[in-house]
Nanobody, 112 residues
């Protein structure tokens, strides 16, 4: 059974930082690309970032490039998203994803 469990969300002021984690189980984590996606209030699901199986290749949507960093620890089956210089428009539920499978998500709210 595939399980993805996100954590690390919360309320942060504009300009602040958060680090999201995603614990994966039920598949060979180190063999697959992984993704972060997000859903803002009242909007659809948007891709945020991707990372290759070994972590060598990362890609980002333009709005988060140079502010967010995706990483992974294949020894711990864990995916990360370091989010810096957060903006109100980053407010969303953040999900890690493996193919069409997502976790339950973690809420990130950026507000003063």
């Amino acid at each position: 059974q595939v399980l993805l469990v996100e954590s690390g969300g919360g309320l942060v002021q504009p300009g602040g930082s958060l680090r999201l984690s995603c614990a994966a189980s039920g598949f060979t984590f180190s063999n697959y690309w992984m993704y972060w996606v997000r859903q803002a209030p009242g909007k659809g699901l948007d891709w945020v970032s991707s990372i290759s199986a070994g972590g060598e290749t990362t890609t980002y949507t333009a709005s988060v490039k140079d502010r967010f960093t995706i990483s992974r620890d294949n020894t711990k089956n864990t995916l990360y998203l370091q989010m810096n210089s957060l903006k109100p428009e980053d407010t969303a539920v953040y999900y890690c994803a493996w193919g069409a499978t997502r976790g339950q998500g973690t809420q990130v709210t950026v507000s003063s």
